[in-house]
């Protein structure tokens, strides 16, 4: 039996966190002129996201650049936020899991890696109060590299010092999924919570076999 201990990593915008009620994203873009993907484009997908993303941008300077360009009152930001933010659903199943993992007498490991801006992890400690289920936290803003670039996955692999065989990795894109598998980690590409709950315990089951 393989008894070296096994690093989970899961992403955590579209796995653990997700949005689950389309209705309040939708509701403000109507409301701005704007179409769904379009108002998602200009907060995930624009200059300043990316470079938010890496660290280059705090996160208050990335949502006055968001403001900016939907003509928001900046001092308006938190209620932006919060319309925005309103459909999305933290997946406690996959959190208790987690948590489960995490206190298996040393069998495994548990870990986040996020492309995400710099409030992240206050977010997971003082927000949705779920820092506990991880060892390990990797923030894109805080390492200054984003997923699916190989290095984010080689530092992350040197900080946890481990072989990339006792690395199981979940994520929602499959490039991000495919660049894992190329450094030697388990990948499982997640599409909803019971298929990548499945998943992962069969993983588990064969990698420690």
Do not use: C
């Not at 208790?96 to 870990?111: C, F, I, V």
């Not at 894109?140 to 699916?148: N, Q, V």
């Not at 450094?183 to 069969?202: M, R, T, V, Y």
Request: charged share 20%; aromatic share 10%.
């Amino acid at each position: 039996m393989n008894t070296t201990p096994l690093t989970i990593i899961f992403d955590f915008g579209g796995v653990l966190l997700r949005t689950e009620d389309r209705a309040p994203r939708t509701q403000l873009a109507e409301f701005l002129g704007l179409t769904y993907e379009a108002l998602d484009e200009i907060v995930f997908g624009s200059q300043s996201a990316r470079l938010a993303s890496v660290g280059k941008l705090s996160a208050e300077q990335h949502w006055l650049e968001v403001a900016n360009q939907l003509h928001w009152p900046p001092e308006e930001i938190p209620a932006l936020q919060r319309a925005f933010w309103g459909g999305d659903q933290l997946d406690e199943d996959l959190i208790t899991l987690l948590r489960t993992l995490r206190t298996s007498d040393g069998r495994y490991h548990t870990a986040l890696l996020s492309n995400a801006w710099d409030d992240l992890r206050v977010g997971l400690e003082r927000y949705w109060h779920v820092a506990d289920a991880f060892d390990h936290i990797f923030i894109s803003a805080e390492l200054g590299l984003a997923k699916p670039n190989p290095a984010i996955y080689a530092r992350v692999q040197a900080h946890l010092e481990v072989p990339p065989e006792s690395i199981i990795f979940v994520d929602d894109f499959q490039q991000n999924i495919e660049t894992a598998r190329a450094a030697g980690w388990h990948g499982i590409h997640f599409q909803n919570s019971g298929q990548a709950q499945a998943e992962l315990k069969l993983l588990l089951e064969k990698t420690q076999s």
